[in-house]
């Protein structure tokens, strides 16, 4: 029986409706649930099970009646109003990146550090869309051996990006299809038919901020801050799911068939791993799905403590709104949360 109150926040975006999708599936009673966005949705309607929600704009004291409130908007607005709901007495869990690397908040998979979550000072954060099947990946076949460096190049879908970029997609092929011009906004050039190695802002160290995201949160949520990891990011015109090619060398030998059998049997990966038969994930097979998804498992052809896999995940499922709701799961059933 549900009975904790939710807030949304963000709830008409590429993350945010995903959230309330996956509320609806589960019957989350409407009663529960008050959704937020910026002042253009204020009082949109939103068809939610047999019954609407309307959106909300935030105010003082908009979270006073709320246990959980998700946050899906922007990282300004996460560090604008997070303080403002665990004041409130709601445990904020938050999809940006504003708080990731904070000390003080836990960076949380649930299926690898839960146990984190009870150090927990009213925000948790959940990482990267790019870093949490990597994560997983590594954290699984740990236990065949110890990773020591991971070389990752990702294919990052634009819903990664939000609603917005979506649409551009979507407008820019139709504009390529019939000879039309092709209008920028979203992204600095042409995302349709076409991929560019540059996410987010570049660093002081020639990475950008995307990487070095996949770097520093991967070795917070594993507690390995000696992994040795370096990451390429890529913008491809898939509308939803992340892909990357993974490249992990380890402390010692792992044999091909043990990998795929412990990664078969983690919770929240599935093998998919059957070229002779075209069988291999791809974005639309991940897409809408909970799992992330892993094959192309070989051996590097010169050392045999390298593994080279093939990993995709719906970027806006168990990289984003999925992992937020299996955190808001395990504290309850840690009993975090009364
Ligand atoms: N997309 C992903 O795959 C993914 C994965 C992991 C984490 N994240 C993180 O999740 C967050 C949301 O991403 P998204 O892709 O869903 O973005 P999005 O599609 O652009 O949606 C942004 C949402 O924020 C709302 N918003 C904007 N200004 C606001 C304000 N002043 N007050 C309240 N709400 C406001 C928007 O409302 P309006 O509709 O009214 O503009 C919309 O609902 C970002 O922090 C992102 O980094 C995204």
Redo the contacts with the bound molecule.
Sequence with gaps: MYKHKIAI????????TVFLKMLEDRKYPSELLRI??????LGKKIDYLDDHLF?E??QEDSFFDSDFVFI????S??ESIAELAVKSGAIVID???AFRLSEEVPLVIPEINSKDLTAHKGIVS?P??STTPLAMVLACLTQLSRPLRVITDTYQSV??????AVSELLNQSKSVAVGKEVLKDVYPHQIAFNLFPHIDDLQSNGYTKEEMKMVLETKKILHRPDLEISATCVRVPVIVSHSQSVHIEFENEVKVDDAIEKLDNFPGIKILDDLNNNIYPTPLDAAGKDDVFVGRVRADSYRSNILVLWVVTD??RK??ALNALQISDSMIEMKLVV
């Design positions: 926040v963000g709830a008409t975006g590429a993350v945010g937020f966005a910026s002042k253009r949705s959106v704009e935030i899906s908007a922007t990282t607005i996460s999809d940006s990146s959940i990267n869309c819903s990664g990006t939000g609603s917005a970027n806006l990289g984003a």
